[in-house]
């Protein structure tokens, strides 16, 4: 079982950058594929960017590749999504999820968070 929550989201002027976090508890944490998704108003959530059990092998959306960077601290239990260069599209309610394998599906994750709101103003 792991439990996850995330912050680190606010306001933020366009081109601006914010760090989200992801907090996870369980001692198994460092099994587990963890991903970044989003969620903007009236749209489906959709993948980010996700991290494998070591940290070897990130993948990206291309909407986000070359602005956000997502790195993890098993020692800590902790995952990260460095977001630079925000725009208004990446308005959202960003989720960290986590799983087996690495999967930009949101069903290959079995754990999410609640969420931390992200918005990018012009």
């Known amino acids: 079982q792991v439990h996850l929550v995330e912050s680190g989201g606010g306001l933020v002027q366009a081109g601006g950058s914010l760090r989200l976090s992801c907090a996870a508890s369980g001692r198994t944490f460092s099994r587990y594929v963890v991903g970044w998704f989003r969620q903007a108003p009236g749209k489906e959530r959709e993948f980010v960017a996700t991290?494998?059990?070591?940290?070897?092998?990130?993948y990206y959306a291309d909407s986000v590749k070359g602005r956000f960077t997502i790195s993890r601290d098993n020692a800590e239990n902790m995952v990260y999504l460095q977001m630079n260069s925000l725009t208004v599209e990446d308005t959202a309610v960003y989720y960290c999820a986590a799983g087996p394998t690495q999967a930009t599906i949101e069903r290959r994750y079995d754990y999410w968070g609640q969420g931390t709101q992200v918005t990018v103003s012009s």
């Open positions: 991290i494998t059990q070591g940290g070897g092998i990130r």
